[in-house]
């Protein structure tokens, strides 16, 4: 080795232990002498030396991860040479140059220093070995393959050293993928070289004029050229130094070149170059493609890939669920009770799709689709399927809100996707649920730009149903609770030709509704009867609460371990439905117990003894969960229509509660405040509706709850509050007066209420005698009062358009 290539390899020794030593890598930072196999001959040809730099640590850590006994390493790592070495060059390199020149050995001595520091530390490790061996010995303990532990052959001859490798898994890929950029990042950036500080390139290389040229690397570092003439020791190194930005190096450059006065056809000349290539760009990507990769597969998870629509990419893509015609659609017109009229109009798509021939040859249109309105729970949507399955083509189901989206544009896409999707899969029905959510009257509301998104939507609506072909066979239906918000422009012929009504179920509908909910339920009774018994005590129901009753029903059941459903069990469902569940823990005072029943017992007594009033069926003063501390029950007829006469006796009877209140204590309660506003709903309805006011005269005021403006004058709504207000306080004066009339009743039903908390109608005739009316509604005559089998329950049930009567929880 000359003496020439001796400084060399002492500096890139001390600029591999710096690295190694950076706070990075922390104190336990792999030594670059030790990489998997070392010279057991102390020669200092070792490999580590040989090593290019950047790639030493790498390894040496790749190495390590995976290595068992790194221990007896490390220890033999703390006694090498190579950071013997380092240390010395690192107080070398504090002195000044002309010491450092005097002190140097020769090539000779310095040879056999290293080699019996090497020798020595040879020694050691292979002391601490043995020692480890006995250790183990004693314990009469077999390790698995280690480091200097596997054998004691392999101990003897540390030719090569042994790394116990497990397999790679999924982890440990990214920890290694991980770990190789961030080493990029802190290590693979340096070059080769000398690292300088801005101000020691100032003082040893500008300002003595060696400099000839400088790099700068990728905008971040400056590899410094020097002229042949500079120190010896200077060109022994490749020389660079770290800058913040290349505008602030320049500026430095410009002015120490300034200072030194250096004519401008002598400054240095710089030059800028990246470096690193495609590795470089690979790196720099990495980040961005796993970014991207993680949300791709959080996407995938987060929606499931079969999922029609999802993900962050589908976005614009429908969400229309398919039902297909041979798995999913078992529905059939059978399995939809009542509502004839309906099934006949939407019959007529049905025979279009089965054959559309038999239209087309007569130059029929076929219509583009139906609007199937009503209250929630009606069967709409059941209607819609049972048509799709009746006509044995896919159903596509999407609900209006799915199109809403917070971008504009992203609903009039899925309008599109779930067009073509169809056109696709013709001949096939689209049933699209609360259209409202996309179909309202567009400049309705006040825009402001929230609309946009649902505007657009609707309007890709409007295009693509103008848009079928006569040979497309798609038929779309549509529901909607609220069909008077919707544009004009959809109900227009040629878009939703048909505007189909389903109304909530009159008592043969309930009855009907009931047979095919029985069907599936375990019960010894009639059935027939049972369904007409239940039809009658449900008025106003809809077929989705007819279906939550039967089921319920049957859970009480269950619960009570019966063997089958029983009526008592169906009574509690229907209660269950109405009122909610007994709220036993809400435990009441015997002062206000006392209130309750004489409230009720007040509506109890008008509803006995007034002509127009409902059959009443049940008091109850049992705190229910919907939050009433009593309620009476009514079984309301099917009416069409009501008559004033009705109208009064209902106020009447609603108001009987508060009356009785103020007849049997001396304050009044905030019970009756459900019951004031029913009143109150009733007079005004009365007033401004349906032409019962004589000073407002025959007018109809329709005011929508959101609008502000009023559609009358102040003086006309002075006169509307004055009638209003006249025809609560008849109803309160007629209650006063029949009540005064009654006090015994209330008393009887009163003291009956607080020893027994329920009374049916049985428990009514028995205190107050027959009713002296007969009771106007036919099924329930027929089902309940004819035959007194049971104690019925039922619900309030509201005549078309107007306020519901007054049955329900009242104190
Ligand atoms: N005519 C009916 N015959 C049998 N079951 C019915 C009938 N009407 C409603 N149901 C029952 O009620 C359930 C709910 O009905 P559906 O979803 O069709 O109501 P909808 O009118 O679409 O309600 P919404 O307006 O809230 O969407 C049905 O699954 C069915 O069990």
């Not at 007896?72 to 010395?88: A, M, T, V, Y």
């Not at 800028?272 to 949300?295: F, H, M, Q, R, S």
């Not at 009756?672 to 009143?679: G, I, R």
Request: charged share 25%; aromatic share 6%; glycine share 8%.
């Amino acid at each position: 080795m000359t003496r020439r290539a001796l400084p060399l390899i002492r500096s890139i020794a001390s600029i591999g232990a710096r690295q190694l030593r950076s706070p990075l890598l922390g104190s336990r930072a792999p030594r670059p002498l030790v990489v998997g196999s070392i010279s057991h001959k102390g020669d200092l040809g070792i490999s580590g030396h040989l090593l290019p730099l950047r790639q030493q640590p790498v390894l040496s850590m790749l190495i390590r991860g995976y290595a068992t006994g790194n221990h007896n390493e490390d220890k033999l790592n703390k006694s090498s040479s190579g950071r013997e070495s380092s240390d010395e060059d690192n107080k070398a390199e504090k002195r000044p140059s002309s010491d450092k020149k005097s002190e140097e050995p020769t090539d000779d001595e310095y040879v056999a220093q290293v080699r019996e520091k090497l020798a020595k530390a040879m020694e050691k490790a292979k002391r601490d070995r043995d020692r480890d061996e006995k250790d183990k010995g004693k314990k009469g303990e077999e390790d698995g393959p280690s480091f200097g532990t596997s054998s004691n052959k392999k101990s003897q001859n540390q030719d090569s050293i042994e790394f116990n490798i497990p397999p790679m898994q999924g982890n440990h890929i990214i920890i290694a993928l991980l770990a190789t950029y961030l080493l990029y990042l802190f290590i693979f950036d340096r070059p080769a070289g000398r690292e300088l500080t801005w101000q020691e390139f100032r003082v040893s290389l500008l300002d003595k004029g060696f400099v000839e040229r400088l790099t700068v690397i990728n905008r971040k570092l400056v590899r410094v050229t020097l002229k042949s003439n500079a120190d010896s020791l200077a060109t022994s190194s490749t020389w660079y130094f770290t800058i913040g930005s290349v505008d602030s190096f320049e500026r430095n450059l410009e002015e120490a070149q300034k200072e030194l006065r250096i004519p401008s056809s002598e400054k240095i000349p710089v030059a800028y170059i990246d470096e690193g290539g495609a590795w470089n760009t690979i790196l720099a990507l990495l980040p961005t493609v796993v970014v991207v990769g993680a949300l791709f597969w959080l996407n995938r998870r987060a929606t499931g890939s079969s999922a029609p629509g999802g993900g962050l990419f589908g976005v614009g893509k429908s969400r229309a669920r398919l039902f297909n015609q041979e798995t999913d659609i078992k529905i059939k017109f059978k399995d939809v009770a009542g509502m004839d009229e309906a099934k006949e109009e939407i019959m007529e798509f049905v025979k279009f799709l089965k054959e559309p021939a038999k239209y087309e040859r007569l130059g029929a249109k076929i219509p583009r689709g139906a609007i199937l309105s009503g209250p929630p729970g009606t069967g709409k949507t059941l209607l819609a399927k049972a048509t799709a399955g009746e006509a044995g083509v896919p159903f596509l189901s999407v609900s209006g809100s799915e199109f809403v989206e917070m971008f504009v544009g992203i609903g009039a896409s899925r309008v599109r996707d779930l067009f073509k999707t169809a056109r696709k899969m013709s001949p096939c029905i689209i049933f699209v649920d609360e259209i409202d959510a996309i179909g309202k009257a567009r400049g309705r509301t006040s825009s402001m730009g929230a609309n946009d998104e649902r505007e657009a939507t609707l309007n890709q609506l409007l295009v693509e149903m103008d848009g079928f072909q006569t040979s497309d066979h798609v038929v779309v239906l549509a529901g909607t609770n609220r069909p008077d918000v919707l544009d004009s422009a959809l109900m227009r012929p040629g878009r939703f030709d048909r505007h189909i009504n389903i109304d909530l179920p009159d008592v043969e509908g309930r009855k009907a509704i009931f047979l095919v909910h029985l069907a599936k339920i375990k019960t010894f009774l009639d059935l027939d009867n049972l369904s007409g018994k239940l039809s009658a005590l449900t008025a106003g129901f809809s077929g989705a609460d007819i279906a939550n009753c039967c089921n319920e029903a049957a859970l009480i059941a269950a619960r009570k371990q019966a063997n089958s459903v029983e009526m008592t069990h169906f009574e509690a469902a229907i209660e269950r439905v109405i009122a909610g569940i007994e709220k036993k823990s809400r435990v009441l005072t015997k002062e206000d117990q006392r209130t309750v029943a004489y409230h009720e017992a007040g509506h109890a007594v008008c509803g006995w003894f007034l002509e127009w009033a409902d059959p009443l069926l049940k008091v109850s003063i049992i705190p229910r969960s919907i939050g009433a501390l009593g309620y009476a029950q009514y079984a309301p007829a099917d009416n069409m229509l009501m008559s004033e006469k009705q109208l009064m006796d209902r106020m009447t009877m609603t108001l009987g509660g508060r009356v009785s209140e103020e007849m049997h204590f001396p304050t009044i309660t905030s019970g009756a405040v459900d019951d004031l506003k029913k009143v109150t709903r009733m007079a005004t309805m009365m007033v401004t509706q349906w032409g019962m006011s004589q000073k407002v005269g025959l007018v109809n005021f329709d005011q929508s709850e959101q609008s502000f403006n009023k559609p009358f004058s102040e003086e006309t709504a002075t006169i509307i509050d004055e009638e209003v207000r006249r025809i609560a306080k008849e109803a309160h004066t007629r209650c006063i007066e029949l009540l005064q009339s009654k006090r015994n009743e209330i008393q009887l039903i009163a003291e009956e209420l607080l020893s027994k908390e329920v009374i049916n109608r049985e428990d009514l005739e028995r205190l107050l005698g027959q009713r002296p009316f007969p009771d106007r509604n036919a099924a329930f005559e027929k089902y309940v009062a004819g035959k007194k089998e049971t104690s019925p329950d039922t619900p309030p049930e509201p005549p078309a358009g107007a306020p519901g009567p007054e049955p329900a929880p009242t104190t």
